[in-house]
T-cell receptor, first 112, second 117 residues
Framework: GENVEQHPSTLSVQEGDSAVIKCTYSDSASNYFPWYKQELGKGPQLIID?????GEKKDQRIAVTLNKTAKHFSLHITETQPEDSAVYFC???????????FGTGTRLTIIP | GAVVSQHPSWVICKSGTSVKIECRSL??????MFWYRQFPKQSLMLMAT?????????EQGVEKDKFLINHASLTLSTLTVTSAHPEDSSFYIC?????????????FGSGTQLSVL
């Protein structure tokens, strides 16, 4: 089955700087890669996703890049703000499989 | 994005009682809903996949008689924790996917914190 590794597990960034979280996946059949933000005591919120036919996608301060050859994808947050502090999860879904496999999460702390 | 409503947000119950958690898709029809369990500072663990009108598919190691799932309509799935014990205390989260085959986006409810005394 699919296996998703996520790094780092914790990340502290000065406000205004950029944050990068990286994930690798094992199943070359995976073709959908979403990123979720989870605040304390709440459910995960979909913040951006990318499909395997695209190499990069951007939404305001958030961007995701995908390298299919290396089987890794990354989340980039620019101009970080205190409200970006949360736990971020990457996930991968193989084509034809309805289940998402989640990474282990990254606790991002933005230092004012 | 689509809205998934989950209730209650927290519940405290006595050991041996049953607790029902509801998950509703408010502005879309969800043919497939998923139930997850999350321990503190850990990732989401898939418990079961529920499809409208059919029996749920449980992940390995999840007791189907303990965690009863009903997906009676395209907008509602329920998880009942039967004869709850302290080890069942956890954060339970539901998610839903739209009815269109091409719709891969998964939207989550706000979660239910269950504490069993």
């Amino acid at each position: 089955g699919e296996n998703v590794e996520q790094h780092p597990s914790t990340l502290s960034v000065q406000e205004g700087d950029s944050a990068v979280i990286k994930c690798t996946y094992s199943d070359s059949a995976s073709n959908y890669f979403p990123w979720y933000k989870q605040e304390l005591g709440k459910g995960p919120q979909l913040i951006i996703d990318i499909r395997s036919n695209v190499g990069e996608k951007k939404d305001q301060r958030i961007a995701v890049t995908l390298n299919k050859t290396a089987k890794h994808f990354s989340l980039h947050i620019t101009e970080t703000q205190p409200e970006d502090s949360a736990v971020y999860f990457c996930a991968a879904k193989p084509f034809g499989n309805e289940k998402l496999t989640f990474g282990t999460g990254t606790r991002l702390t933005i230092i004012p | 994005g689509a809205v998934v409503s989950q209730h209650p947000s927290w519940v405290i119950c006595k050991s041996g009682t049953s607790v029902k958690i509801e998950c509703r898709s408010l502005d879309f029809q969800a043919t497939t809903m998923f139930w997850y369990r999350q321990f503190p500072k850990q990732s989401l663990m898939l418990m079961a996949t529920s499809n409208e009108g059919s029996k749920a598919t449980y992940e390995q190691g999840v007791e189907k008689d303990k965690f009863l799932i009903n997906h009676a309509s395209l907008t509602l799935s329920t998880l009942t924790v039967t004869s709850a014990h302290p080890e069942d205390s956890s954060f339970y989260i539901c998610s839903a996917r739209g009815a269109e085959p091409s719709n891969e986006k998964l939207f989550f409810g706000s979660g239910t914190q269950l504490s069993v005394l």
